[in-house]
């Protein structure tokens, strides 16, 4: 049996290395780690190891499509699911994507990943291998191992797993966001140390003079900062040191997760704040109300799908026609502050813009008659007057 293995250097995925031999007979494994814009010593961590411990390691460099096909679209939809910015959510079916393709490529009989039995990404992952016609095998959600059995296990393979007693949190990065879980943050009450950011600086830190930032949309991505044209990894990037550095995007949540559990998660993700939000601004210039309050719901729905991984469900082309549809409007500039902690949106402009300043100032009369108003007026709230007056 030959078995591809969604790899990423950490404890669970190299252990199942060994597992999926020894347990579930597998002749070959294969290791491939997809790079969605983890940190490069994550990815150098997991190459060598991936070479050492598999038959076959293979790296695939995913990122201007995550940031294409994934990202994007979730800008366009405002992605948020309790106030989460879908960060892992949104990366995993991707890596599921790619490490089917290759379990086709390499003729392999199964995939694998190295989830656990309690959270949402087992779901992700399944949903799409099984979409795509392949046999799942979960070696840490069937073997219930605990970690002390599976550092054990590690030791007895080889594996050197730097498992820090003092810092025992569970990290997820990719070029949107950064989740940490585990250890005392499992408390809810527990206050977060500042060791667990890495992304952003506490605001009481950050610089004392705010930073002013001109953000370009073009059909509702993003495409330059302050008039510079970038490529969306790079405005990515450079956005996540800039606004983390004024201590931007910090999320502290109690999440429902899939299964109904209930868990506490800490996030840091300084692009995604200000990119949702200048986002979200420009559509309130540009959309009419009518497609605003319908896309509030298609953007919620939207969420909820990535959330449990269900990109292969046909709603989801769906819920992307409709609001690509209603993105070919969203273009022009938000010029926003960072100050401490805290963005906020300071002007906008564009061409599409459903705003005429003649007709709205005080100052000028704007060919708006009042009495037309006065006749509208008569009518509004007309039931209402109904119920409490009977006339
Ligand atoms: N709660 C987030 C989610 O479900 C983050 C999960 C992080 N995953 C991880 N394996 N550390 O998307």
């Known amino acids: ?89 949104i990366a995993r079916p991707l890596i599921a994507k790619k490490v089917a393709e290759v379990a086709i490529k390499e003729g392999a009989n199964a995939v694998a990943h190295g989830c656990t039995g309690k959270g949402n990404d087992q779901l992700r992952f399944d949903a799409v291998f099984r979409a795509m016609g392949l046999e799942v095998i979960a070696p840490m959600r069937e073997l219930k191992f605990v970690r002390s059995e599976e550092i054990e296990y590690a030791k007895e393979k080889g594996i050197d797993v730097p498992v820090k007693k003092d810092t025992p949190w569970s990290i997820d990065e990719n070029l949107w966001s950064r989740s940490i879980e585990g250890g005392r943050l499992e408390d809810p009450s527990f206050i977060p140390p500042e060791e667990i950011f890495a992304w952003t600086k506490s605001p009481e830190d950050a610089p004392d003079t705010p930073h002013l930032l001109k953000i370009t949309f073009r059909e509702g991505v993003p495409v330059a900062l302050d008039g510079k044209l970038l490529d969306g990894t790079e405005l990515i990037r450079k956005l996540n040191e800039i606004a983390g550095e004024h201590g931007v995007g910090r999320t502290d949540i109690i999440e429902d997760r899939v299964l109904g559990l209930k868990a506490r998660e800490n996030y840091e993700h300084p692009a995604a704040t200000v990119l949702i939000k200048a986002h979200r601004d420009l559509e309130q210039l540009v959309l009419t109300r009518n497609e605003l309050r319908f896309k509030e719901v298609v953007d919620a729905r939207w969420s909820e799908l990535v959330y449990q991984g269900l990109l292969l469900d046909p709603l989801y082309d769906d819920l992307n026609a409709f609001i690509d549809s209603t993105q070919k409007r969203v273009s022009g500039e938000v010029t926003v502050k960072l100050y401490k902690g805290s963005m906020q949106i300071l002007g906008r402009s564009s061409e599409f813009a459903l705003y005429r300043e003649d007709w709205v100032s005080f100052d000028s009369e704007g060919g708006i008659d009042p009495m037309a108003a006065d006749g509208f007026s008569k009518f509004h709230g007309l039931q209402a007057r109904m119920c409490r007056t009977g006339r």
Request: hydrophobic letters at 40%; a negative charge; aromatic letters at 8%.
């Open 1 to 89: 049996m030959k078995v591809a293995l969604a790899y990423s250097g950490g404890l669970d995925t190299s252990v199942c290395i060994p597992l999926l031999k020894e347990r579930y007979g597998a002749r070959e494994v294969i290791s491939v780690v997809v790079d969605v814009g983890q940190p490069d010593e994550d990815l150098k961590r997991g190459n060598e190891r991936g070479e050492k411990l598999s038959d076959l390691h293979v790296i695939i460099d995913a990122k201007a499509e995550f940031v294409k096909d994934y990202i994007f679209p979730l800008i366009k939809a405002n992605g948020d699911y309790e106030g989460y910015v879908l960060g892992t959510a």
